[in-house]
């Protein structure tokens, strides 16, 4: 989702990838195996001037993750509230492993809760969360607000409601809030939620100096809450035109966490993008050993085009088929990846189907990256009735983005100015 999987489009996700290690006791999981606190930690390592802690073992943090998984799953007969927990787990499993079954069951779980008590805040507020994080945003929105008139006190959600702002393309509105919670605190997670939305507003020197602030306040040991700060340091940098900056953060975060899916494919393009594509194709192929992701074989087929064209043309086949079954089953939270998908196809069919994605997914968020995806599908399916007046909207916003810089440069003859 966002561009990549759950990474930034996902509200709170942030937040969740640092609570996996930032919590000191892991308060209120069933059962924790100690079979796993003794797990081996990876060797530090040191790439582009950053140190490594010594960490624990990402795989071992994922194995009790699948167990607190189980052990919730079994509650919720006897417990209806074993629903927050387990939403929450689910959730944050997807975001590193990128699984459709977990959303898929998230959503089923935090929507049966809320039905079964539709007075009851925690059940409310809970099914708010999984519709963030799957791209319902209005929906989200809603539920908060009914919560709030309600009984819910507005300060127990305004870090919800600035993560909405933020994720829907409203940065300045989130600011506020995401300020306070960096003066009462400073924790990585608000520096990281903080910096993102500076980033958002093109206080992208602002955002670099928050993520290395986040970097600096870092005392978890845990592998997974440590590769998605960096992950996320590596995506404003991304998304600011740092593509070596970011190489280098991804780079880590895979030392930290190989298995993280979305690592793994930020760091293949970035290799691609700098001229390492065999690196990018091998690490993409230990993806998809992994986890068959029609993202993993989508960036693979684009890289083996001119090496493979029979596999190449097989993976592209294999990622449609993959898109189609994600957004068939949750529409709003993969629209953007999918129409990017298509648009590396090139055919008549593919281009409509890029163009209605992108239109799907611009309905959801208006945002500099929907723009700029939407634009980028009408041009390709040579549409400037549907382009033309997103143009002129991305144009007006004045953004210091690279994508939407290149963008308006490659449609400028596409709608001309009158007169």
Known sequence: MGRHAVAWGAVGVVAALLAIGCRSDQAGSPGRSPDHAGAPAPAPARIGGLQLPRLDDAVAELRVLDEEVVLWRGRLGRDPGAAGPLCERLLRRAGVLGRLDDYVEADRVAQAWAQAAPTLLPAQRNRARVDAALHRFAAARARLDAAIAGGLAASEVATELAELALATGQAERALPTLRRAVDLGGDPAALVALARALGETGSIGDGKRLMAAAWRAVRTTSALAVAGLLFQWGRLLEEAGDVS??????????????????????????????????????????????????????????????????????????????????????????????????????????????????????????????????LEAAQVADDPAVGCPVRAALEARASTAPAAIAILARTAAFCPRDG
């Not at 690592?263 to 393009?269: D, N, T």
Request: hydrophobic share 50%.
């Open 245 to 374: 900056g970011a190489r280098d953060r991804y780079a880590l975060a895979a030392v930290a966490a190989p298995t993280h899916h979305d690592i793994s494919v930020h760091l293949a393009g970035v290799l691609a993008a700098t001229g390492e594509r065999d690196r990018a194709i091998t690490l993409l192929e230990a993806d998809l050993a992994r986890a068959d992701h029609p993202e993993t074989a989508s960036q693979l087929a684009l890289l083996l085009r001119g090496r493979d064209a029979a596999r190449a043309a097989a993976l592209a086949a294999r990622a449609s088929a993959g898109w189609d079954a994600r957004v068939g089953a949750l529409p709003e939270a993969f629209a953007d990846h999918a129409a990017r998908h298509y648009l590396t196809l090139g055919d008549p069919a593919s281009r409509a189907r890029a163009l209605a994605l992108a239109t799907r997914n611009h309905a959801v968020r208006v945002t500099v990256d929907s723009e700029v995806l939407l």
